[in-house]
């Protein structure tokens, strides 16, 4: 996602889109256009993110967030969402298993 006003880009939809091909294993993901990019839910919840600057993060709290130090633990704004580096989307394994730890973050009943 980006500020109120960002474009859509093509590269954005193509990035986001091979992040969800990585994500095709898991059932009820989808994705919502925001600010230029796309929250990504899981059964109606929002448990990640691609930003209009071409950027994926996952939703990390105090049972996660060590997840993501690998990685540098890039904050996205203020949220509790964490950055995540486009070479792992060909590593399904990783990015579903990351994706697994963000949803368990959600009050999902």
């Known amino acids: 996602m980006g500020t109120k006003g960002d474009k859509h880009t093509e590269e954005t939809a193509k990035g986001v889109e091979v992040l969800l091909n990585a994500l095709s294993a898991m059932d009820e993901v989808t994705t919502k256009k925001m600010f230029g990019g796309y929250g990504i839910f899981y059964k109606g919840k929002m448990f990640g993110l691609f930003s209009a600057k071409g950027k994926a993060y996952l939703k990390a709290n105090e049972s996660n967030l060590h997840e993501f130090e690998p990685y540098g633990k890039e904050q996205h704004s203020r949220m ?5 580096p486009e070479v792992l989307f060909p590593d399904t394994d990783e990015i579903i298993r990351l994706a697994k730890t963000s949803i368990a973050t959600l009050d999902i009943s």
Request: overall charge neutral; charged content about 0%.
């Open 80 to 84: 509790p969402y964490y950055y995540i």
